[in-house]
């Protein structure tokens, strides 16, 4: 069974959108771990809003983003809104990061 996971709740982005700011190293990096994790091809930017992840790949990503960024995500941290959006995990990642 797999999870497809949502855009944030009341999303009114045209279908095929794709929300990836190319600028973040961290936003670029996730995007290679979700390529890595998944091993199969995924068109467009953003592979989050594009893959359906299952629970192994849900808790692989969070353990590659831990150990890489040095960051400790929380459950509540792991929202639909930040899980289905390349860019909304890396700002994540990059605020826990700083902290």
Not at 32 to 40: A, G, R
Not at 76 to 98: F, I, Q, S
């Amino acid at each position: 069974m797999s999870w497809r996971i949502p855009g944030p709740a009341g999303d009114v982005r045209p279908p095929g959108h794709i929300s990836f700011d190319p600028v973040s190293p961290t936003a670029i990096r996730i995007r290679e771990i979700l390529l890595e994790i998944l091993q199969d091809p995924i068109e467009g930017e953003d592979p989050l809003a594009e893959a359906e992840l299952d629970s192994l790949a849900l808790e692989q990503l969070v353990d590659h983003l831990e150990t890489e960024f040095g960051v400790e995500l929380e459950n509540e941290d792991l929202t639909p809104e930040r899980l289905g959006d390349l860019t909304a995990l890396a700002a994540l990642v990059d605020d826990r990061a700083a902290a």
